[in-house]
């Protein structure tokens, strides 16, 4: 009999991955995904914790699902609910004092739990909490075939960070660094060939710290991100792709080196550098100084002419400054953004940064980060406009808002919006740029062959 499983994700693409695996655990139990937690046999929450609210948002959520809950039970049915991801390994206590119809409580790593505790939800006896934070567990014990579907797809290679900037709560949701073998990846990576994936971003809170222990690389020295490129890129299938997200201190040679050599990596990086004082980078403990940044920046375009960056910001960390906030926007101009995201800080409670005295108004934070984000956005439609009347190669993904339309992905991450027939998703495409548009470009298909800077 097939029960109906409804994931609601929220956060960073490592969640959308777990997302999908979740639902593989569950798929030999006869679950299949469905859109509305209206009618769903079971609801999986999977949450994140990085910025603001997130609890709010969880409690708010779980009160609607409550009245769905028991209103199935009123007709004789039920629904088993389930907490996954960053909140629920930061607060599962809390979560099942607060809302104890929550039948399951699970952290990041222990989501291959799911059966067995929906099994016990089944039987009944209360919410049971799983936080443990063993990485390799997880990825053993995860069934190899994943359910993705589309050209592209996320694989976790590398989960958990040991860096503890002052801000930031991951290394306390996710764990300590881990790197998964390659020999796993690659298998993952063949599986997700064999089920027509054509581009494969690898994952990592700190994708670039992968390092495969005891491996060495062709060139001798520790098997690392850039190794585990090439090996992916050898996938017959495989013609893209692209690695999130980086730390500028783990820029190694090898990385740098499949950038200029191996063709499929594409030619956009997410590098973020949050914030350019280095006053306010030594205080939230990111271990490099402006000029480290953009050497790093250097090197990647040294290595593929025309990469194109993108980054994240934080405005108002405690103790900015104007003249801090101000070295920020001119980083911004120096090292120059396809594209980025820009936060105001907020205090996550047990981190390092949460209980520092001098923090700053929210007033300050706002005005801050509108003229970040003005100046961001005005150097994204440049790198837009930039691209009109070039010709690239478009991967398409999927149908557009209008009839006969289909989008897809330039190498730099831009969204491409285009006449052609649905039966070509999956195609990588040649595209004339005819237009830019405020978050996406339009184009057509032309015979003329793509040229990537
Ligand atoms: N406040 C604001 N932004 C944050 N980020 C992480 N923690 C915080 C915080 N406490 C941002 C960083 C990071 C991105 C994923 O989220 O910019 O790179
Ligand atoms: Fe968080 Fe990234 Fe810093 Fe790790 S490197 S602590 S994940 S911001």
Redesign the pocket.
């Known amino acids: 009999m097939t029960k109906k499983l409804f994931i609601k994700t929220w956060g960073c693409q490592m969640n959308l991955y777990d997302s999908v695996r979740m639902a593989d655990v569950l798929a030999p139990l006869g679950y299949t995904c469905v859109e509305t937690a209206e009618d769903a046999d079971l609801v999986v929450l999977n949450t994140c914790h990085i910025r603001e609210k997130a609890s709010e948002k969880l409690f708010s959520e779980l009160g609607r699902l409550r009245a769905l809950k028991d209103a199935r039970k009123a007709r004789g049915g039920g629904m088993i609910l389930a907490v996954a991801g960053c909140v629920a390994q930061a607060e599962g206590a809390e979560i099942l004092r607060r809302a104890p119809f929550v039948d399951a409580v699970l952290g990041p790593q222990s989501y291959h739990r799911l059966p067995e505790m929906v099994a016990r939800a089944v039987r009944g006896g209360g919410g049971v909490l799983e936080t443990d934070l063993v990485a390799e567990e997880k990825f053993d014990a995860l069934p190899e075939e994943s359910s993705t579907s589309g050209p592209s797809a996320f694989l976790t290679v590398q989960e958990g ?5 002052t ?5 306390y949701t ?1 764990g300590a660094e881990f790197s998964r073998p390659p020999a796993d990846v690659l298998r993952e990576a063949r599986g997700l060939a064999r089920r027509g994936v054509h581009e494969i971003t690898l994952l990592g ?2 994708v670039n710290a992968y390092h495969a222990e005891g491996a060495k690389s062709t060139g001798g020295g520790a098997f690392g991100l850039g190794d585990l490129i090439r090996m992916v890129a050898g996938i017959e299938g495989i013609e893209r792709l692209r690695y999130t ?1 980086s ?1 500028p201190r783990d820029m190694d040679d090898g990385l740098l080196a499949a950038h200029a050599e191996v063709p499929e990596l594409m030619p956009f990086v997410h590098l ?1 550098v ?1 914030s350019g004082s280095d006053r306010v980078l030594a205080a939230m403990n ?1 271990r490099y100084s402006v000029a480290d940044y953009l050497r790093a920046v250097g090197r990647l375009r040294a290595a593929r002419p025309g990469i194109a960056l993108s980054g994240d910001f934080i405005v108002g960390f405690p103790g900015e400054t104007d003249a801090d906030f101000q070295d920020t926007l001119d980083l911004v101009r120096e090292a120059g953004y396809a594209q980025a995201y820009s936060f105001k800080y907020s205090p996550r409670p047990g981190t390092p940064a949460w209980a520092l005295e001098d923090q700053v108004p929210d007033a300050v934070k706002s005005a801050r980060l509108q003229a970040l984000q003005d100046l961001l956005s005005k150097q994204q439609r440049a790198f837009n406009a930039a691209a009109v009347g070039r010709t690239m190669p478009v991967l398409l993904e999927g149908r557009g808002r209008h009839p006969g339309q289909l989008t897809g992905r330039s190498p730099y991450m831009q969204a491409v919006s285009l006449a052609a027939e649905a039966h070509r998703c999956g195609d990588i495409v040649d595209v004339l740029i005819v237009e830019a548009l405020p978050n996406s470009l339009a184009g057509r298909l032309t015979e003329a062959p793509a040229a990537v800077a």
Do not use: S
């Open positions: 960070c040991d860096k503890f900037c801000f930031c709560v991951v290394p996710r809170q700190n997200t730390h973020p949050q990111r």
